[in-house]
């Protein structure tokens, strides 16, 4: 019987299971989805219990199967009939959802196709014969398969570099701001600072703020700029390839952009329909352009990309300005520049954008909530680090991911497929940028599945 591990039951293993599960041919096929913390189909953005954390994606988008659009709309009206496509859904809902699919594919497999789900940690993986592989988990555990689909997902960034080690290693300093129970260690009274002001500083600071109202939070990025609201396309430029052709630098696409948002606007439109008909271009661009482009593009315009391309549902929207006008959240753009101890306080000083004059920033508490850690070489993960040393993956130049092939095939140290691996997740970045969400996930999901099989 052949075997396919699945590392990491998070979206996208949980993705990939479900189409080997639906795709499995004549031949005995045995799927193992192997996770190591938190319940199956959870991963880290739907492992949340709060009602409050929604998705920033509408229903109607977050289907898990490529060709069924309508299935996370259909379950989750089935939950809650005033649900429509237009809806923001919880994310606990969500992982529901994803555990239900799993399970109604496991329940519609033909009889030959098995679906293991096995709690553990791969920490070490190799190949062996016949260009199999062995992975060995951290309790000693032993298992061989034909192929290996790496979803391992999310990892917490490292701390910046200014922030000194004892900081980094006491109660002051959190890593990961999805840590189960984090908050609730969090005193109703003391100053928090959040570095970092996208939806995850966002959907933090509301759930400091909807506890105590009066908490002073104070949220630090070098642009200070937060997520734009979302609107619904109009569908106006759907299928638009302007952008595709004949923009070989990141100047010429924002001209291009900047063009075509000036007609909407003539039109009485905004940026959304440019930029809903710009992310299925993204691919396709960012791979046209040389390491200096892209370079160029994350020094210059990926601030301004990721506050337009991840939106803010309308009702923390609404959350968000309340808090900001009642100074309750305090958003800073400049560059910390040292850190010292003073009591129960953390101070910061920062450099604000474009002024002279340092400020001082006080927090009992800090956050890390710059995103998870882009850098494959910067992870601080045993088995991340053996796969690079062995030369099994080879890590992008640019620090944004892992090298993969048309069909996710891992490329390893020396350029060529490493046979067998597979790899689906955030690291996607590094060859599509615009690879780590739901509606493109569940593509690479039925690639991968197409190609282990
Ligand atoms: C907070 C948040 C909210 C988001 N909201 C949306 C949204 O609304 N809409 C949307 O389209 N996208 C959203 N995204 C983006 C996208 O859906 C996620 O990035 C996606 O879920 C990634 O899933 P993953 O399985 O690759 O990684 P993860 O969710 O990180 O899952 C990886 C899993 O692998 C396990 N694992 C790791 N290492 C090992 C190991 N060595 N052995 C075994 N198991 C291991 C982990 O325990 C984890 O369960 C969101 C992302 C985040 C972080």
Not at 76 to 88: E, I, L
């Amino acid at each position: 019987m052949r075997t396919i591990l699945i590392v990491g039951a998070g979206f996208s293993g949980v993705a990939c299971a479900i189409q080997l599960l639906r795709g499995a041919g004549e031949q005995p096929l045995r799927v193992l989805l192997l996770n190591r913390s938190g319940r199956m189909a959870r991963g880290m953005a739907y492992g949340t219990q709060s009602p409050q954390h929604l998705l920033n994606v509408v229903a109607a988008n977050m289907s898990v199967l490529p060709d069924d659009p309508e299935h996370f709309l259909h379950y989750a009206s089935m939950r809650d009939s005033r649900v429509t496509g237009a809806s923001f859904v919880a994310r606990s809902v969500y992982g529901d959802y994803l555990e239900w699919s799993l399970r109604q594919a496991q329940s519609q497999a033909a009889r030959h196709v098995a679906l293991d789900c096995v709690s553990g940690s791969v920490s070490r993986l190799q190949a062996i014969d016949d260009g199999r592989l062995a992975a060995t988990l951290e309790d000693g555990r032993r298992i061989e398969a034909d192929r290996v689909v790496l979803a391992f997902g999310h990892f917490a960034a490292p701390p910046p570099a200014l922030l000194h080690g004892s900081l980094v290693d006491s109660v002051r300093y959190a890593a990961d701001p999805w840590q189960a129970g984090l908050l609730s260690t969090i005193g109703v009274h003391e100053p928090v600072l959040l570095l970092g002001t996208g939806l995850t500083a966002v959907d933090i600071a509301l759930q400091l703020l909807r506890r105590n109202p009066a908490q002073r939070v104070h949220a630090l990025s070098r642009h200070g700029l937060l997520p734009q609201p979302y609107l619904p396309p109009t569908g106006q430029l759907a299928g638009s390839t302007l952008l595709r052709d004949g923009v070989p630098t990141a100047r010429g696409a924002l001209r291009a952009f900047l063009q075509q948002v000036e007609c909407l606007e003539a039109a009485g439109l905004d940026w959304h329909d440019a930029m809903a008909a710009l992310r299925h271009q993204a691919a396709h661009i960012w791979q046209g352009w040389p390491p200096a482009e892209r370079r160029r593009f994350l020094r210059h315009l990926r601030p301004y990309w990721e506050v337009h391309r991840h939106q803010l549902p309308p009702t923390v929207q609404q959350e968000l300005t309340l808090a900001m006008e009642r100074g309750a959240l305090r958003v800073t753009a400049g560059r910390a520049i040292s850190v010292r101890d003073e009591a129960e306080l953390s101070v910061l000083s920062v450099q604000p954008r474009g002024e002279d004059t340092q400020i001082e920033l006080r927090a009992a508490r800090i956050i890390n909530c710059t995103g998870s850690c882009a850098s494959p070489r910067r992870a601080q993960v045993p088995l991340v680090r053996q796969l690079l040393a062995d030369g099994l993956v080879q890590a992008d130049a640019l620090g944004m991911g892992l090298k993969v092939g048309a069909d996710c095939a891992v490329l390893g140290a020396d350029g060529a497929p490493t046979p067998g691996l597979y790899y689906i997740g955030p690291w996607l970045k590094a060859g599509y940028w615009e690879a780590s969400a739901v509606p493109e996930l569940r593509q690479f999901a039925a690639v991968i599945a197409r190609a282990c099989l």
